[in-house]
């Protein structure tokens, strides 16, 4: 299996623009994490999908930061307008759910992003 | 609310040196714990976990105790290797429900000089 895709891996922007971040699960994983990770605060989770569904989106920053799941195997994140603090690396991950079991959640390898 | 405490990296050691990186929770429900590895420029991956009171975790010569008694969860390893440099992130996951939520540590950043 191809694991987690992210893209782009790198995105340098400046403030005010649009930025969308792109994330493909492993197949047949039902669940969706989107994720961002600063020196500052952490790993901090924004928002989780299941079944294409948004589940959880408390840690959404505000108003300026989107989510969306169109599909199975596409999620989108999307900061407009994006700000210097915005500046993380964020990660991806699925995982599957299993007769109640808990199954471990797999990580993309990440989009650095640098909002100037 | 739910949270974890890991000591303050950053820790250097030597080849062959013991590890131990303390990780303490706090939870409004029973956890299972975790410990996520995240090498250079790749994202995390799980290392080892523990779902009740008392098991033990291992894997790649990495164990980690689920103590309720002292809510800890402290990640060991007899004999590092520069390979095991990268940064190590302690977790909890409330069970039961649908609560799939991870709460992270900060993380600990490890080198291993040869």
């Known amino acids: 299996d191809a694991g987690v895709i992210q893209s782009p891996r790198h995105e340098v922007t400046e403030m005010g623009q649009e930025v969308t971040l792109r994330c493909k699960p492993i197949s047949g994983h039902d669940y969706l994490f989107w994720y961002r990770q600063t020196m500052m605060r952490g790993l901090e989770l924004l928002i989780y999908f299941n079944n294409n569904v948004p589940i959880d989106d408390s840690g959404m920053p505000e108003d300026r930061f989107s989510a969306k799941m169109p599909n199975a195997s596409f999620s989108t994140l999307k900061i407009q307008p994006s700000e210097p603090r915005d500046s993380a690396v964020y990660f991806c991950a699925s995982s599957r759910r299993d007769s109640g079991v808990y199954n471990e959640q797999f990580f993309g390898p990440g989009t650095r992003l640098t909002v100037l | 609310g739910n949270s974890v405490t890991q000591m303050e990296g950053p820790v250097t050691l030597s080849e062959e040196a013991f590890l131990t990186i303390n990780c303490t929770y706090t939870?409004?429900?029973?956890?299972?714990l975790f410990w996520y590895v995240q090498y250079p420029g790749e994202g995390l991956q799980l290392l080892l976990k523990?779902?009740?009171?008392?098991d033990k975790g291992s894997n790649k010569g990495f164990e980690a105790t689920y103590r309720k008694e002292t809510t800890s969860f402290h990640l060991e390893k007899g004999s590092v290797q520069v390979s095991d440099s990268a940064v190590y992130f302690c977790?909890?996951?409330?069970?039961?429900?649908?609560?799939?939520?991870?709460?992270f540590g900060k993380g600990t950043l490890l080198t291993v000089n040869p």
């Open positions: 523990a779902t009740k009171a008392d």
């Open positions: 939870a409004t429900g029973y956890p299972s």
């Open positions: 977790a909890l996951r409330l069970r039961g429900g649908s609560n799939y939520k991870l709460t």
